[in-house]
């Protein structure tokens, strides 16, 4: 290990410890950012400390927000409440990437389980409803989470002002993989270990450890029933 290397990394490390503070922790991060590189080089800033690590470039307006430790908000996530809102829980080393959106109004709330990692422009949202993502689940870039639905039957009104409905709230157990671009309906349960194939609108419940693709997404087989790929080309980005 050179002496730059640890030299930068006491620094960071006292910015993070720092970055707590009333007053110079919005600088203090601010710093501890701008002495790491860009975009994922910055999430191990999360695992210097037990401080999470909020990007001064992230928007959040949420008075119920739980942020866990070790944390990961990178740059142009928002997180925002309507004053009708629940609550926004974030567990520990959730890695939320840019450009992903929770939002949440009449009463919904969103909970994301320990170590899971949102990767960018997703959509999070909770009303009326509440959307539930486990532990350790892998949701990639551009996934969208919908516990309601606007009425639209009414010919005589804009369907913007019919009222919103819910067929109940969005659970995704653990350890799940969601590819791009999935879109998760009202209503809908994705049992543990289960994985979704890209471009998939989940409409209804999916069991566990299965793997389902399509519009709307449907079982094709259970995992475990091939034998594991060799895992020559390591980890993925996440
Ligand atoms: C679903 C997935 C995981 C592969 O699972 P698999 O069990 O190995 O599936 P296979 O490749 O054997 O394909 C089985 C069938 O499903 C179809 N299929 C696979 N992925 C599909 C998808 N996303 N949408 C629709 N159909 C799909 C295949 O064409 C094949 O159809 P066929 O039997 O008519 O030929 C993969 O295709 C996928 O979508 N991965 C997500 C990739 C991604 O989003 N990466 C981002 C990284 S975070």
């Known amino acids: ?42 999430r191990v800033l999360a695992h210097l400390t037990r401080h999470p690590y909020i990007s001064p470039r992230a928007q959040i307006h949420c008075a119920r927000l739980t942020v866990g430790p070790q944390c990961f908000i990178d740059d142009y996530v928002t997180i925002y409440a309507h004053e009708d809102g629940g609550e926004v829980r974030l567990g520990e080393g959730v890695h939320l990437y840019r450009g992903t959106i929770i939002e949440i109004g009449r009463g919904g709330s969103v909970t994301i389980g320990d ?15 509440s959307t539930h ?53 009202d209503g809908v349960t994705i049992g543990d270990g289960a994985v979704v194939g890209a471009g998939a609108v989940v409409t209804k419940a999916l069991p566990p450890n299965c793997v389902a693709v399509g519009v709307p997404a449907r079982v094709i087989r259970q995992r475990g029933e091939r034998p594991p790929t060799p895992s020559s080309t390591g980890r993925g980005s996440g």
């Open 133 to 185: 993502i486990g532990s350790h689940v892998q949701v990639a870039p551009h996934c969208g989470f919908s516990p309601y639905e606007h009425s639209f039957d009414d010919l005589s009104v804009d369907i913007r002002e019919q009222e919103i409905t819910s067929s109940g709230d969005i659970v995704v157990g653990d350890n799940v993989w969601l590819g791009l671009s999935v879109q998760v309906l």
């Open 1 to 42: 290990m050179s002496i730059g290397f640890k030299v930068r990394r006491s620094v960071t490390t006292m910015l993070m410890r720092l970055s707590a503070a009333p007053v110079v922790g919005g600088i203090c991060m601010r710093l501890a950012g701008a002495f790491r590189g860009p975009y994922k080089d910055r």
């Open 115 to 129: 170590h899971t990692h949102i990767q960018s422009n997703c959509n999070i949202k909770g009303f009326l409803g």
